[in-house]
């Protein structure tokens, strides 16, 4: 008889053998996974038989963790905020550090959200969750990426104040927003090789890479954004370690004001924060 510990102990070993990081941990979710169970009750269960079923499922899991792929895109969902997300390989797999940026986006009161390149619509959907009398319009240039976003909202049940658009950044959007967020490409051309497997093999490149410098996205948001925002409202973006001072910069350039960083909790600088100089209130369009 196999147990569950057996196999857990069989697979951690397996997934260390091909290099892949942290494997005890990804050997118990993908264990859980193919038994039907939450992680974190895995454990309750360890001395039970492996059913051949759940055998053959946790076969293929492992298959596909040692080829690098995402654990996310093996059962289909990622944690982020406590809430579980629909994931597949048209969106990005949401990390813990863009928790920074629902973090500070929830420090001041918004009616109206922007989510500019949504993806799987992690942060529009989060912050309606937390915000109940928020609405908010999400872009995506990828019909599969919305899908998803349609997906989660639905499972969230945010879909009634949630408004997906179809287009590059946030041309054809109408304003005026108190805020606006984005977690955009910034990976540079040039450093897309140096990826780990998981990320540079598997997730969708427009996700990942503006195909330059990495900063295509914030030249593209500091043009729009303005436009956009009520006078004080608020913009905030996700960066790549070192592209603070540049993002800075360009926004700016563009008028914003108030810039400030925000550490996520490896004490990285990650997300950026400015708002739009007050003035007379903008009218309702």
Known sequence: MTTLADALAAATERLAAADVPEPAGDARRLLAH?????????????????????????????TARAARRPVSHITGARLFWGRRFRVTADVLDPRPETETLVAAALEAPCARILDIGTGSGILAITLLAETPTATAVATDISPAALNVAESNAATHGVAHRLTLLETTWAEGVSGPFDLIVSNPPYIARADMAGLAPEVRDHEP?????????????????????PGLLRPGGRLMVEHGVGQAGAVCAIF??????????????????????????????????
């Open 34 to 62: 193919a038994m039907g169970l939450e992680a974190g009750r895995l454990t309750l269960h360890l001395r039970e038989s492996l059913p051949a079923e759940a055998a053959s499922r946790f076969e293929a899991a492992l």
């Open 205 to 225: 490149p427009i996700a990942l890479t503006d195909g330059g410098d990495g900063l295509g996205a914030y030249r593209a948001i500091a043009t729009q954004a």
């Open 252 to 285: 700016a350039a563009a008028g914003l004001e108030s810039l400030r960083l925000r550490a996520d909790l490896d004490g990285r600088e990650r997300v950026v924060i400015c708002s739009l100089p007050s003035g007379p209130a903008a009218p309702d369009l």
